[in-house]
């Protein structure tokens, strides 16, 4: 049987590249790729991703070449993220702790989260978070996505995040003990040295109504230094690696396999395919 992957993805903006990189590795080996958002909008392609030559401000260097500003543009042009799994739908919010019934309304909801598991964790053979800025809005702190993503660590399956989205696995934590899910683990991300200063952008943006407003915004820094949160999250006995002036920064550290930017999608794929088909466990420290 084919092996199957669950994305999940920004509907703020993904980074081409970083969908596309494991995305052409992995159904070319034959895999089938299912596509989940928050709440089953179409993900856009952030639009510097689709422009070949665009120079990216942080490194100093172009980032997107003409096969990727190509193929994310093919990707975002046709309907194969048209009808992705609305994410909402599928599991709801914890109760609120000073809610009515709040006891027999949690054991409820971990009846239900099991039942989640059950048709989005079960069936899968790992979870594929692609980055860029858009998973800082509605992915990140997305309590729906971190009751997901602990259903891959509570079956033990590869759980693998770029760029961004390595933020997600800092915060997805059991809500009895609240201990990060990578303490202990090695981890990499965006250094500090590679974060924008201004000017982050998000595509597709949303209003209040929930309706899309069609448009694109520019704001400040990120929302947080990804670096630091990793390091806080991954504790003493784990690591964080920025990989400063190295062009990779790809780390296994079987559940998790993290890359840092654009330049590490490709090989996220190939990873994942070693992972699932010949059980490497650790790379890249």
Known sequence: ???????????????????IGPLDVLT???????????FGRKPPALPPSMEEG??????????????????????????????P???????????????????????????????????????YDALLLPGGSGPMADMVNNERLHNLILGYVDRDKLIA??????????FARDWTDRKSIIWGKHVTGHAREYDYKENTGFAQM???????????????PPFYPL???????????GKYHGGVGKNLSTIL?????????TQDSALVGDLVRKVLEDGLRRYGW
């Open 85 to 123: 799994i609305n994410l909402s739908e599928k599991i709801s919010l914890m109760p609120y702790f000073n809610g009515l019934n709040f006891g027999l309304e949690l054991a409820a909801f971990h009846e239900r989260r099991e039942e989640f598991w059950k048709e989005f964790v079960d069936p």
């Open 28 to 38: 070319k080996a034959g895999y089938q790729l299912d596509f989940m958002t928050s």
């Open 206 to 220: 949303y209003g209040f109504d929930g309706e899309p407003m069609n448009t694109t915004a520019n704001f400040g």
């Open 161 to 170: 995040a770029e760029c961004y989205c390595v933020t997600c696995l800092a």
């Open 1 to 19: 049987m084919a092996k199957r992957i669950l994305v999940v993805l920004s509907e703020w903006g993904y980074w081409g590249e970083e969908l």
């Open 227 to 237: 670096e630091y949160i990793l390091r806080d999250a991954t504790g003493p006995h």
């Open 253 to 261: 550290d079987y559940p998790f396999l993290t890359g840092r930017s």
């Open 54 to 83: 665009y120079l990216d401000p942080p490194l100093n260097k172009v980032v997107t070449d003409a096969h990727y500003a190509k193929r994310t543009t093919e990707v975002h042009e046709s309907n194969l993220l048209d009808n």
